[in-house]
């Protein structure tokens, strides 16, 4: 059997490589399904923070009628450990591929409870199994570096730091973890269903280790392009900072950046600058990227991911697609409120019941609107303040008074943790 202490030691070592959190002073908010990784993650960080500091919340989808027995097991152990805990539900609207809405139904609870908690950083139960199984199914979509190069400890979404910290455990070794102290858990039958290509890479495993392809290689594979795709991270960051503008929130390729780099560099900046944009944190197809590139080179105005690349003379500009920042939301009652996943809008309470983008309506209400030195396109996609159809503030284009707004992060900083 594994050392136990070992398993302990090496969660804290993972989370003391992350400059941003302070363990003496953080919050973490846990997201817990109730499996083996996500329960041994709970009780792992009551030991290793203590649990006052701790807070978990559980999905309810709805999918399997054990649901509801598993968000009993995860609320009945943090009573146990003394542990703050919330279940949320998510309902499946019958709208597209199943998989795909439930994974981006529970990151939309989650980061809502995220956001009503204001945790330093909520913790993921992803293993070392985790890395090699997505390493096999990257592989097998033709992943490039980034693909291949693994999870990281700590990174950021929509805002939320996303922490880690049993990315150096097996999946094995916590399960027996947690017999060895009588922990349960519970078992998701769709971990046996060979439908799902996560199933299929764990199993395909078990054949490639027989030419040598073991679990320790793939994860020594993975570090390899870790290292790589740094070294790539860093020749686009210097690129960026000597050839990328940020207005507002709006990216400038300056005069001549063609002839600083070559494509490849460029096109893997024009993806990150989709996804900055965006606010998405998924990557557009690289062919889509390649084609549209090649059209705005060639003077041509060009949508793409929420996006729009508009030729400026020998410079590009990235902007927000305003078809595409369709958010609606309500101001928080803190004053402070994230829109459009990359925005946070901050005013007064009860001087206006919405926040959506400036549109054409707005323009129409806000006749200085230009002398914010923005292009039309990008102006319209900016962030502003509504009580119905009329236009209370505009922060961006100098429209009103008493509220602000600032992108969460530029995007150089961005890069860093991306």
Not at 259 to 268: E, F, G, N, P, V
Request: aromatic letters at 6%; glycine letters at 8%; a negative charge.
């Amino acid at each position: 059997m594994t050392d136990q202490t070992s398993i302990e030691v090496r969660v804290l070592k993972t989370l003391e490589t992350i400059p941003q959190i302070s363990l003496e002073t953080a919050r973490f908010g846990l997201a817990v399904s109730g499996g083996g990784d996500s329960v041994a993650m709970l009780h792992l960080m009551a030991g290793v923070v203590g649990p006052r500091r701790l807070s978990v919340m559980c999905v309810n989808h709805g999918l399997r009628p054990e649901a509801g027995e598993e968000v009993a097991l995860v609320e009945a152990q943090c009573a146990g450990l003394g542990i703050a805990f919330d279940a949320r539900e998510w309902r499946y609207d019958g709208t597209g591929n199943l998989q795909a809405a439930a994974r981006a139904g529970r990151w939309d609870v989650l980061r809502a409870w995220v956001e009503e908690q204001a945790f330093d950083a909520v913790l993921m139960g992803h293993t070392a199994d985790d890395e090699v199984e997505t390493f096999l199914m990257r592989l097998s979509r033709g992943s490039g570096v980034d693909g291949l190069s693994g999870m990281k400890v700590a990174t950021m979404r929509d805002g939320v730091r996303i922490v880690r910290p049993l990315l150096q455990c097996g999946r094995a070794e916590l399960r027996d973890w947690l017999t060895a102290r009588e922990i349960v858990w519970a078992n998701d039958p769709s971990n046996d269903d060979d439908s799902y290509d996560r199933v299929k890479a764990r199993k395909m495993l078990d054949h490639l280790a027989e030419l040598g392809l073991t679990q320790k290689r793939v994860l020594q594979t993975v570090a390899h392009m870790a290292d790589a795709a740094a070294i790539v991270d860093r020749a686009m960051l210097g690129f960026v900072k000597n050839h990328v503008v940020q207005e507002q929130g709006d990216l400038v390729f300056t005069t001549a950046f063609e002839s600083q780099a070559d494509k490849a560099l460029l096109q893997r900046i024009l993806v990150a600058g989709l996804q900055w944009v965006s606010g998405t944190a998924y990557k557009p197809r690289l062919e889509s990227v390649r084609d549209s590139f090649a059209s705005a080179l060639n003077r041509q105005v060009v949508t793409l991911a929420g996006c729009v690349l508009i030729p400026e003379g020998g410079k590009l500009r990235l902007t927000r697609e305003l078809r595409a920042c369709e958010s609606r939301v309500s101001p928080h009652e803190t004053g402070e409120t994230s829109w459009d996943r990359r925005w946070l809008v901050v005013g007064p309470e009860g001087n206006a019941n919405v926040i959506k983008a400036v549109g054409e309506a707005g323009l129409a209400q806000c006749p200085d609107w230009r002398d914010a030195g923005l292009p039309r396109k990008s102006a319209m996609a900016t962030p502003a303040i509504w009580l119905d159809e009329t236009l209370i503030a505009a922060p961006i284009l100098g429209y009103g008074t008493g509220w602000s707004a600032r992108i969460v992060a530029d995007f150089a900083d961005w890069l860093v943790t991306h």
